[in-house]
Nanobody, 114 residues
Framework: VQLQASGGGLVQPGGSLRLSCAASGSIFSVSVMAWYRQAPGKQRELVAAIISDGTTSYPDSVKGRFTISRDSAKNTVYLQANSVKPEDTASYYC?????????WGQGTLVTVSS
């Protein structure tokens, strides 16, 4: 399983961006697709998750600002981030869980700064 993330970059506070993550390889029975982030000196944290029935989950820090979605036909998961804040600055990682095994993509850096 390979995960290719894209869409990171520099964005101003209050702005928006969309991250994409395309999955390839043995993509069968994906139970969870998710985005995590890790800021310098901090632990990796869950940002958004979507399970096979479409249910989504967000921590309070991004709820109402971030939206996770997926295109099953393209095996792609998206993260729409609106009203971004400087504290959203981090490397963002996509992840999928397939039959109990968690796979990770490479990080894409998001910097929120004026």
């Amino acid at each position: 399983v390979q995960l290719q993330a894209s869409g990171g970059g520099l964005v101003q506070p209050g702005g928006s961006l969309r991250l994409s993550c395309a999955a390839s390889g043995s993509i069968f029975s994906v139970s969870v697709m998710a985005w995590y982030r890790q800021a310098p000196g901090k632990q990796r944290e869950l940002v958004a998750a979507i399970i096979s029935d479409g249910t989504t989950s967000y921590p309070d820090s991004v709820k109402g600002r971030f939206t996770i979605s997926r295109d099953s036909a393209k095996n792609t998961v998206y993260l729409q981030a609106n009203s971004v804040k400087p504290e959203d600055t981090a490397s963002y990682y996509c992840s999928v869980i397939i039959r109990g095994t968690q796979y990770w993509g490479q990080g894409t850096l998001v910097t929120v700064s004026s």
